[in-house]
Each structure stands twice: as structure tokens, then as C-alpha cells.
């Protein structure tokens, strides 16, 4: 066995693979079949990739509608980004004691045991195909609007493009993380574009009486809004909450992190805190131009803001920033995510065609082509986009027991290595429980059938794990 904790390449095949349960996970920092290559400024940008998608672009008219003033709409978003943090600041300390591939489905394993982590796994591979799959459909949909697509044409667009960046992440890690930061990068720069140019030409740019007003009178004006109740800052919150998920994906990655103790919370925690900055300067910015009722009822506001800042032009940028976003996203998640099948493989809790690695690219090959294929046939081919707002609410209860996996592993197991520590413990994970409580809760209380068939997904997934055991023995009796 090497020093990651896996089997060597001429050791025989650990008593975990054959289905049994799998052996505690050592801590280091050395080369496994996965090599370390990620360095600092490919895990942040990473992490902010998994993070900026095509959320801050639908989110914000939800969360000014049910905060209803613009201080409420600043606590909206600062607690959301803070709930993000409270999140990865737990997710830092099990990565840096924990720094190989499959990230969560790791973390819960080794806190309580197998099935649940296999359950984790289960649930992500219909909420993660169907996401890919949506972000593809979203790429070729903005494309459509620079080159006539029928709708046929936009799906094979999809179809293409989620090939294309599978097949980037198949031939080489390191090189689909470099197409991923250029894409992140793009994004980031241009989100920022849309904040210079909002306070230096959108001065003038809003309806009525606000027009030419400063920036404190538009905002002091927005605030005389009535407000909602305070039970709809909840509602406003789970808004916020789509447009700062997927930090939790950098984990699966640990595996390929170089210096992971050192690196991995850093790059984390970095990614976090830039995306909170970038989404209050953004908001402000929306604000700036669009007065808070406009904001509430426009289900694109960069769009009408860099309209009214840049005229018909502006529309197409932001369209083009879309593509941008939704095609980092996908080159992001389709690089991250085949590591989570790629463990529950090694484990036996799965194929086991997808624990292989390629000879000569050393990627997870196998778990990339098959997720590929999941992405083409749940949200492309047959168009069950619609998976992805059914099922999206079925990983928090996932996180939030890795999240609370900091405490667990602490009392269960204070011998391990913790080569990073999660401050402010036990409030940060508290914090991180009573946001995805009231989460979950929304979801019983809004849509009770489709949270219901969310559950009900997850418990299918017990026989299956059952199933996968009896298979692991047999193989082993045999």
C-alpha cells in the first residue's frame, strides 16, 4: 500500500475493494494513481468555477423580491456567502485530513460508515447529471442567440459540448484545469466589467425621478419599498443559497491537491470569500442602475442593466458571459465529480470498470466517460432537465452530516492528523445547521410532493447499496 492510503499498482487489490468495509484512510501528501499537480491558483480557481454558474444571473430578482429593501437584500447575501464559508471552513479541515479523491463521499464514510456515504453518492449522480446536463442546455441556448439553433440543433450543441469537455478531462487533468481557469477567469473579469460600468455610466440610467441621482439617494429611495414580512427573508435566503453552492466539489479534487494540508484550506477558504465580495459588488451595482421594484420583477437583471449602461450591445455581452459561466461550470464539474464514482469504485460500492485509471494520461477515464454518458442520457437526450430542481434539495442533508462530521471525527477519532483546524467550533457547524434545517423545511412546506420523491429517490438507494454488497462477497468467495 503507498502512502495515500491506496493499494500499489503491484499489490494486490485491498480487502475494501471486494465489497467489504474500507480501511481507515491515511493522511499524507504523496502520489497516488491520481498525481498531485493542482497547485494554489488552480484549486481557488477551482473552487470559485464550481461556485459562479448561471445562479448570480437568475437569483438576485428572487432574493430583492422577497427581501423587499436594499439592506435586506446586502444581509441576504452576506449571510448566504457566510453559510457558503461555514461550509467550507468544516470541508477544509476533513480535506486536509482526509487529501484523496472523492471528497464528501470520504468524509462521510469515515464518519458513518459506508452505506451513508454510498447513499451521498447515489443521490449525486442523478443531481449532478441532470445539473451538467442543464448547463450544457443553457451554453447551447445563449449560443442561439449570436447563430440561429432549432431546437434539435441546441441539443446536439449540448450533446457536443459535454463531450468536448469530458473528453478534455479525460486526456489530461492538468489541462482541463487550465481550460477551466480560463473560463473562470473570463467570468470573474467580466461580472467585474459589469460593476465599473454600472457606477460609471449607470448614474444616469434609472426610470423617474431616480435618474442622475447619487448612488445614496437611489438606494435610500429603493429602501422606502414596503417590505415584506421577516419570515420572507427565509424564502430569500434559499434564494441566495443556488448561487453559492457547489464550493463542497473542490473536496473531490483533495486527491490531486499538492501540499493538500497547506493548500487545500487555503485555496478553499479564498475561493469562498472571493465569491462573497464579487456577488456583493455585483448586487450593488444591479442596484445602482435599477431601482428595487425593477430589480424584483427582472428575471435577468444584468441584462437590463447592461442595456440600459451599453444599449442593444449589452444584451449580447451578457449572453456571451452566460455561455462563459455555464461552460466553466460544466468544464469544472465534469473534472471533479468522476473522482466521486471513481472511490465509491475503489470501495466496491460501485462499478468497478470505474476505479481504473488511464495508463498513460493518469485519470479516472472510466468514471469520466461513464458520467459523461449519464449527463447525455438524463438531461440531454431525453430532455429530464427537470431532475435537477427535483433532486437539488436532496445533497444538503448530505452536507450538512459532513459539515457535522468535524465535530463527530473529533470525539470519535482525536488521534488523527489535523494538519488544519476549523475555527469557531461549535458555531460554525450550528450556524451551518440551522440554514440547511430552514432549507429543507422550505422545501416540505413550498413543494411537499417533489421533496417527498427527493427522499424517496435517496432511500431507493439502501437495496442498491445491499445489492453492490451480496455482489462484493460473492466476487470474493469466488
Not at 37 to 60: D, K, M, N, Y
Not at 345 to 366: C, S
Request: net charge positive.
Amino acid at each position: 500500500m503507498d502512502i495515500s492510503g491506496r493499494p500499489s499498482r503491484s499489490a494486490p487489490a485491498a480487502p475494501a475493494s471486494r465489497g467489504k468495509a474500507p480501511p481507515p484512510v491515511v493522511t499524507a501528501a504523496g502520489d497516488g494513481p491520481l498525481p498531485r499537480q493542482l497547485g494554489f491558483w488552480s484549486t481557488t480557481a477551482l473552487t470559485v468555477g464550481f461556485i459562479i454558474g448561471v445562479g448570480i444571473f437568475r437569483a438576485p430578482s428572487a432574493v430583492a423580491a422577497d427581501a423587499g429593501s436594499v439592506g435586506r437584500v446586502a444581509l441576504v447575501w452576506t449571510a448566504g456567502g457566510l453559510i457558503a464559508l461555514c461550509g467550507a471552513l468544516s470541508i477544509a479541515e476533513l480535506g486536509a485530513m482526509f487529501p484523496r479523491a472523492g471528497g464528501i463521499y470520504v468524509h462521510l464514510r469515515e464518519a458513518y460508515g459506508p452505506l451513508v456515504a454510498f447513499l451521498y453518492g447515489w443521490t449525486a449522480l442523478a443531481t449532478g447529471s441532470a445539473s451538467f446536463g442543464v448547463l450544457a442546455l443553457v451554453f447551447a441556448e445563449y449560443l442561439g442567440t449570436f447563430v440561429p439553433l432549432t431546437a434539435s440543433g441546441a441539443r446536439a450543441v449540448a450533446a457536443g459540448t459535454v463531450l468536448a469537455v469530458a473528453a478534455a478531462s479525460y486526456r489530461s487533468t492538468r489541462g482541463a484545469s487550465a481550460l477551466q481557469g480560463t473560463a473562470t477567469a473570463a467570468k470573474v473579469l467580466a461580472l467585474a466589467a459589469i460593476v465599473v460600468l454600472a457606477f460609471a455610466l449607470g448614474g444616469g440610467a434609472a426610470e423617474g425621478a431616480l435618474a442622475g441621482s447619487s448612488t445614496a439617494a437611489r438606494l435610500a429611495a429603493a429602501d422606502a419599498v414596503a417590505h415584506p414580512g421577516w419570515d420572507r427573508l427565509g424564502v430569500a435566503l434559499i434564494a441566495a443559497l443556488w448561487p453559492y453552492s457547489g464550493w463542497h466539489y473542490l473536496a473531490l479534487m483533495a486527491g490531486e491537491v499538492r501540499d493538500p494540508a497547506r493548500t487545500f484550506p487555503r485555496a478553499l477558504i479564498t475561493g469562498v470569500m472571493t465569491v462573497l465580495v464579487l456577488y456583493l459588488a455585483v448586487n450593488a451595482a444591479y442596484l445602482h442602475v435599477l431601482p428595487l421594484p425593477t430589480l424584483a420583477q427582472s428575471p435577468l437583471a444584468a441584462a437590463d442593466v447592461m442595456r440600459r449602461v451599453l444599449g442593444p450591445i449589452g444584451s449580447a455581452t451578457v449572453s456571451a458571459l452566460i455561455m462563459v459561466s455555464a461552460f466553466g461550470t460544466l468544464t469544472a464539474g465534469l473534472l471533479a465529480v468522476p473522482r466521486l464514482y471513481y472511490a465509491m469504485a475503489e470501495d466496491g460500492l460501485f462499478f468497478r470498470r470505474l476505479a481504473g485509471v488511464h495508463p498513460r494520461f493518469r485519470t479516472p477515464h472510466a468514471a469520466v466517460t461513464f458520467l459523461a454518458l449519464a449527463t447525455l442520457t438524463l438531461a440531454v437526450l431525453l430532455g429530464l432537465d427537470q431532475l435537477r430542481e427535483l433532486l437539488v434539495v436532496g445533497a444538503w442533508p448530505f452536507l450538512t452530516l459532513a459539515v457535522l462530521a468535524v465535530p463527530v471525527l473529533r470525539r470519535r477519532r482525536p488521534e488523527l492528523p489535523r494538519p488544519y483546524r476549523m475555527p469557531g467550533s461549535p458555531l460554525v457547524p450550528l450556524v451551518f445547521l440551522a440554514a440547511s434545517l430552514a432549507l429543507i423545511g422550505s422545501a416540505v412546506v413550498e413543494h411537499p410532493r417533489q421533496t417527498l420523491a427527493t427522499f424517496g429517490f435517496t432511500l431507493l438507494g439502501v437495496p442498491a447499496y445491499v445489492a453492490w454488497r451480496a455482489a462484493g462477497r460473492r466476487r470474493a468467495v469466488a
